[in-house]
């Protein structure tokens, strides 16, 4: 790479929706339409979207496994005066899905190789921003988020139980995303670390079957049994 240089190719960060095809902004749409390539964690579901606004656009896929090699390939489109487009699966990128290890190779490429910065090259890395289920949550589950804590996933076998210890011992509330393979194993370990807390339990957001259910871990654990609500995707918000 040039060292020193403006390049003239530019990296566009955009977030797509969490559900509902309608969630995508109108700098999103016009980013997809004027940009010459679109990097896709799984390129079928942004064909969707991309069909759904009557858009056509080279897809390549770039997932947590090919991340740092695809983010050479994207830095040589860059300097070669490309506009790339990455999109997760769902939600703002980075966010419990790929896309920091991206952005950070091409920074850090971009200043010859130092995270600190340097005297490498000028590179234009922008966020075009959307929905993102931590904060879709948050919006309705009437919960103060002045100050909250967000775990995304917790660890599935090591870590698990600390993590949780430290969940319900917190003064703020705390966020995370859970699988519905795992919803009703949650409930279980919240109900036996702490019988009393308070969880919400966002699922499906922005989709038919949104909904807000809350209260003790043995009372989500009855709803989500009796109502087959244990499917879906789900965002768990403990507070005190
Ligand atoms: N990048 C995404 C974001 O900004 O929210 C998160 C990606 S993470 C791999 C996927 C997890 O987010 C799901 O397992 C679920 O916990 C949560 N999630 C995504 N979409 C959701 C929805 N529509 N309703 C509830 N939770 C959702």
């Known amino acids: 790479m040039n060292k020193g240089l403006i390049i003239e190719g530019r990296l566009s960060i955009v977030a797509t929706p969490i559900g509902n095809l309608e969630d995508i902004t109108l700098r999103a749409l016009r980013t997809f339409k004027e940009c010459d390539v679109i990097y896709a964690e799984d390129t079928r579901v942004i064909s969707k979207l991309l069909s759904r606004y ?24 860059m300097e070669a005066g490309e506009h790339v487009v990455f999109v997760s699966d769902a939600g703002t990128p980075g966010i419990s899905d790929p896309g920091a290890r991206l952005v950070r190779h091409i920074r ?5 190789g130092s995270a600190s910065g340097g005297n490498g090259s000028e590179i234009k890395i922008e966020a075009i921003p959307g929905p993102s289920a931590l904060t879709t949550a948050l919006s309705i589950a009437g919960i103060d988020a002045t100050e909250f804590t967000f775990l995304g996933f917790l660890p599935h076998k090591k870590g698990r139980q600390t993590a ?8 703020i509330p705390v966020v995370l995303y859970e699988s519905p393979h795992r919803i009703l194993k949650l409930m279980k370990e919240l109900s036996a670390a702490a019988p009393e807390c308070r969880v919400t339990v966002a699922r499906e957001l922005t989709k038919i079957y949104e909904e807000i259910i809350a209260g003790t871990p043995q ?18 918000i403990i507070s005190q």
């Open 108 to 112: 850090t490429s971009a200043k010859g």
């Open 219 to 236: 009372e989500l654990i009855e709803q989500l049994e009796s109502k087959k609500s244990a499917r879906g995707e789900f965002v768990v």
């Open 164 to 171: 949780i210890k430290r969940m319900v011992a917190s003064e």
């Open 54 to 77: 009557e858009i056509k656009k080279p897809l390549q896929r770039l997932d947590a496994a090919t991340e740092l090699k695809k983010a050479e390939e994207i830095l040589a489109r």
